[in-house]
């Protein structure tokens, strides 16, 4: 229960209310001055409960008293004196009440979320500031390093940790230890609490594990924009994204008529490329400096619109459009040679390059002719292999930026028509696995090759025992990483995982090969490594969005999904006013569930959405799984 108190109407008042065992929030109705209201001298409770610490919030409003154990149903009364609002103005001494909560006797746990470059720490309880902000407490993968920092929040829970940038498919392990809560209750050393497992964003959880915000738009020239997202779209949603551009009410200038333009991805997902022409000019002024531009995202479902959030402005400037060059031509090994673009192009295939004297080219890194980089890898015979001697690279026409709108700038080529280069005749090296094995759970393991290497398939690989069984462990799914070197396997989680008591060898199929077509050499293709019992993470919906009309839901999941099909029949509604139609229909990718009703529902309502057991059994994750989740509610806007 809640009590009020009052001092001087003029001043600020308060409200008291136990919210755990050992914490009481205060909250004031005027921001407070810090220094006066995090002293616990100010602060006296009776029935010998004790102040310990005195937590202002950066709303400037809301103080949390750290207390000894209290007593359940115990009523207290807690006196405030000498505290001082941010205008100077004193409260004066006060009483109210408090009924005692039961001490929290949970064990210190926690959860992870990557956010790009940092991740996100939610733990259960409140945790003592010095060993929670020590980076050296939380030991990450190899390739994140140590964190930079680490910041406890306000809520005291919530610690975020500054790393390396997170690679798009990845799954990272994190492991905390020497945390303790605040009473020195140290977090346990046993891995199925102090270690966790994270997808790297934009892969599984990131779709954000929670709406999509547009962050900021970046000027690129006079006709191009960047839009920056804080998680990656997918495929649909770049494919259904629709912008308006504008300029502000107020300004006294105007775009050009009749503007169209092309949307692609660039760098990453997150990153959306916009290049804009007219009808009558495919490179036209359209920014210019000194003008302020405003830009509206449309047509995503998931796209946070409140309070305008979907709009962002952005300046011109008098950087042209310039059409794209070729930067550096170098030869990796007798055949391969990597060529660099000043900015993402498309138009690349073979027949595009040619190399003398008699090289015979034999293929190129990209699947066809409209896929988009700023690098191309081009495959050499092994008939005609390069040697340590100077080589030209003839370039085509066909090649454009990735508008498709302004052709290859030859004119930095020698005579306009060549790009000198010199030439390497080391021999084309086998892949191979270069790091541990890493089992991210009993179903999950991780490994890297030294090298970029082709697609693969669930038969690119096998695991086994070393002893015992000769029965290979089933392989659910096999993913290849953004970066092309990082393999995950996700054992079927309907058969026996791996275990601690166990070793384990790995398996490479003759199908997996380097770009070039290299296999992997037949004595690096078994990799023994242990087993471990960390227990497989139940699939669940962890969070549900509505958007402003009420129509459009979108479910996020805590692992990457793997649905074959689903229809809007695997799913039952109720409250919030709803009612069917045959028009409600579902759709899913890797990262969330979106459905869409005809009708909108009640305003300010709860509807509740249950997962048939159908419908169960067809949301899975890449270990197989089922959903876990039977039911969650929504409140609508």
């Not at 830009?295 to 309070?307: F, K, P």
């Not at 390059?353 to 190129?364: A, L, N, P």
């Not at 079927?492 to 997996?512: C, M």
Request: hydrophobic fraction near 35%; charged fraction near 30%.
């Amino acid at each position: 229960k809640e009590f009020g108190f009052v001092a001087d109407s003029s001043r600020a008042r308060a409200a008291v209310v136990a919210i755990s065992g050992n914490e009481v929030q205060v909250t004031f109705t005027k921001k407070m001055d810090r220094e006066s209201a995090e002293d616990i001298n100010n602060y006296s409770i009776d029935n010998g409960l004790n102040v310990k610490e005195a937590i202002l919030d950066d709303t400037g409003k809301v103080v949390t008293l750290i207390t000894s154990n209290q007593t359940l149903r115990e009523v207290y009364n807690l006196t405030i004196s000498n505290v001082y609002d941010a205008w100077g103005n004193s409260i004066s001494t006060t009483t109210g009440k408090f009924g005692g909560m039961s001490k929290d006797s949970r064990d210190l746990s926690y959860s992870a979320k990557s956010i790009g470059n940092g991740i996100v720490l939610t733990f259960n309880k409140r945790v003592d500031r010095e060993t929670a902000e020590d980076v050296f407490n939380y030991i990450l993968d190899k390739s994140l390093g140590y964190a930079a920092k680490a910041e406890l929040d306000d809520s005291g829970r919530v610690v975020t940790l500054l790393t390396a940038e997170h690679s798009s498919g990845r799954i990272y392990t994190i492991r905390v230890e020497n945390v303790k809560d605040i009473f020195g209750q140290r977090i346990s050393t046993d891995t199925r609490v102090s270690t966790k497992k994270f997808a790297g964003a934009g892969s599984s959880t990131t779709a954000g594990g929670g709406a999509l915000n547009l962050e900021t738009v970046v000027t690129i020239n006079e006709n191009t924009i960047d839009l920056v997202f804080n998680s990656e779209l997918t495929d649909d949603e770049l494919a259904d994204m629709a912008v308006k551009v504008r300029v502000p009410d107020d300004y006294g200038y105007d775009l050009p008529s009749k503007l169209s333009y092309i949307k692609y991805f660039v760098d990453n997902k997150k990153n959306v490329r916009l290049q804009f022409k007219t009808d009558s000019d495919n490179n036209p002024e359209v920014f210019e400096a000194g003008n302020i531009y405003e830009v509206e995202v449309i047509n995503i479902d998931r796209l946070n619109s409140r309070d305008d959030a979907n709009v962002k402005l952005f300046a011109g400037t008098s950087n042209p459009n310039e059409a794209p060059e070729i930067l550096e031509v170098t030869a990796l090994n007798s055949t391969a040679v990597e060529v660099l673009f000043s900015e993402p192009v498309k138009g690349i295939t073979a027949a595009r390059f040619e190399i003398e004297d008699g090289i015979d080219i034999s293929g190129v890194s990209v699947k066809n002719s409209d896929e988009i980089t700023d690098r191309v890898l081009i495959y050499l015979s092994n008939k005609t292999k390069l040697d340590d001697d100077e080589y030209k690279l003839y370039v085509k026409t066909g090649i454009k930026d990735a508008a498709g709108f302004s052709p290859l700038n030859t004119k930095n080529l020698t005579s306009g028509k060549y790009f000198e280069f010199d030439g390497d005749s080391t021999e084309n090296e086998p892949p191979f696995v270069e790091s541990d094995i890493t089992v991210l759970d009993s179903y999950t393991i991780q490994f890297m090759f030294n090298e970029e290497i082709g697609d693969i398939s669930n038969s690119s690989f096998s695991v086994k025992r070393t002893s015992g069984s000769s029965a290979n462990i089933s392989i659910s799914k096999a993913v290849l990483s953004d970066d092309r070197r990082t393999v995950t396997l996700y054992l079927n989680s309907r058969y026996t995982g791996l275990s601690s008591d166990y070793e384990y060898e790995l398996v490479i199929n003759s199908s997996v090969r380097d770009l070039q077509g290299m296999a992997v050499d037949s004595s690096d293709r078994r990799v023994e490594f242990d087993g471990d019992d960390i227990e497989l993470e139940e699939l669940e919906i962890i969070s549900a969005y509505i958007d402003e009309d009420n129509k459009v839901i979108t479910l996020i999941a805590n692992r990457e999904l793997n649905i074959s099909s689903l229809d809007i029949d695997d799913f039952k509604f109720s409250g919030a006013g709803y009612y069917g139609s045959s028009s409600d229909k579902v759709r899913y990718d890797n990262n969330s569930i979106t459905i869409t009703l005809r009708n909108e529902l009640d305003e300010d309502e709860e509807l509740t959405i249950e997962f048939t057991s159908a419908g169960r059994g067809k949301i899975r994750d890449l270990n197989g799984q089922s959903l876990s989740t039977e039911e969650i509610e929504v409140d609508t806007n």
